[in-house]
């Protein structure tokens, strides 16, 4: 039988972060039990789909889960336990936010099988958290972390984000010295991207962002894999570092391209050759299920192609990079055959290089992927 990762979207939150591009609805307590009743109906319509496979791993993300009555989430894991293959689940991993995760909920986590948390932190700078909209203070993170210990979990995972507006190097690093020295198993370590429709993107047009140039922000970056590399993490994807035995394996389903299925509004499912994905608008996704209807907004199918080169391209988000012989194994042809004018192209501008029969990007690569990216897609 086929593992799955599942995916499940929580959209409510305390308040919506200025670069948060998600579905998301701060303030909304109003619709959380009906959304949450909607969820189960959506899952229940999966049931036959979901026999064919075991889950592997579970994803609640968001929004802020944290931010429902734990018997929300409660209900929703209990709806997998009791319907779908999950004798085998081997991660079940929460967002939580400083602000609305308490002892008692983290408590009531624990006791219903989730095994790792993702804690929202950003940055340990008060001026930057409250310059991008978050409620939560350095202080409070810690409060959240020390809560999260208490209740007993291990595997966690603490995000942080590089290029925020006035931010420096060494405020970076500082941050990264701080989460380290809490002992975290795991660092999400992401570049803020400027999202289309968020006030931080009207605050660019208008020029009111004091942003980081590229080379610091370039900096920021391998200045925080020298730093956590030599603290015992290892790089293994772009913007993901882990103590040994704690990468996140949940994502790991999307950078090798396994199947997943999401459930909850905007979520994306992946299976085989087709991917589709549900309804971003909250009455859409809503009226669909009362018609008794998937709230499927659209779906394509991918031809063998177009797969190869997705593999490629999220495979070479890890720093191992993609195995010939693995790539092999999947379609039945060498990569050599299909991209070998391309990855002998930029091994000779030093972008990729082949390690134990991986091809992966080098350094400068890592900064100059996007021209890997366009020269593996079809003329």
């Excluded at 624990?110 to 932190?121: E, F, P, T, V, W």
């Excluded at 570092?241 to 389903?253: Q, S, T, V």
Aim: proline share 2%; with cysteine.
């Amino acid at each position: 039988m086929k593992k799955i990762a599942i995916y499940i979207h929580i959209p409510f939150c305390s308040s919506k972060c200025y670069y948060c591009d998600f579905i998301s609805f701060p303030n909304m307590d109003n619709r959380v039990h009906q959304y949450v009743r909607y969820l189960l109906k959506e899952m229940d319509m999966y049931k036959d789909v979901m026999k064919e496979y075991k889950i592997d791993t579970i994803f609640l993300g968001g929004g802020t889960p944290s931010y429902i009555d734990q018997k929300h989430v409660e209900g929703i894991l209990k709806y997998i336990y009791d319907n779908y293959n999950s004798s085998e689940i081997k991660e079940i991993t929460i967002e939580v936010n400083p602000e609305t995760v308490t002892y008692d909920k983290l408590k009531v986590y624990k006791s219903i099988g989730i095994n790792r948390i993702s804690l929202g932190l950003q940055t340990t700078k008060d001026k930057i958290l409250k310059e991008i909209g978050r409620r939560h203070t350095f202080e409070d993170f810690l409060k959240a972390y020390e809560a999260t210990r208490k209740a007993g979990f291990e595997n966690i995972n603490v995000d942080l984000i590089f290029g925020l507006p006035n931010q420096t190097v060494e405020d970076c690093i500082n941050s990264l010295d701080a989460v380290v020295t809490l002992g975290v198993k795991h660092i999400s370590y992401y570049s803020l991207i400027i999202e289309e429709g968020t006030l931080m993107d009207k605050w660019h047009r208008e020029g009111k962002l004091n942003l980081p140039d590229e080379d610091s922000e370039r900096q920021m970056y391998h200045e925080a894999i020298k730093f956590l590399e030599s603290m015992g993490y290892k790089h293994y994807e772009i913007s993901n570092f882990a103590k040994e035995g704690f990468k996140c394996r949940h994502n790991l389903y999307y950078w090798k391209l396994e199947p997943y299925i999401g459930f909850g509004i905007s979520s994306h499912s992946n299976i085989g050759y087709k991917r589709f994905w549900n309804y971003k608008d909250y009455n859409k996704y809503i009226n669909s299920l009362q018609m008794g209807h998937f709230p499927v907004e659209g779906e394509e199918y991918i031809d063998e192609n177009m797969k190869m080169l997705e593999y490629m391209i999220v495979g070479l988000r890890l720093i191992e990079g993609v195995s010939k012989e693995e790539f092999k194994n999947t379609f039945k042809i060498e990569m050599d055959d299909i991209f070998g004018l391309v990855l002998d192209k930029h091994k000779k501008q030093g972008l990729l290089t082949e390690e134990n029969g991986n091809i992966k990007f080098t350094k400068k690569g890592l900064d100059l992927s996007n021209i890997v990216y366009v020269d593996l897609l079809p003329d």
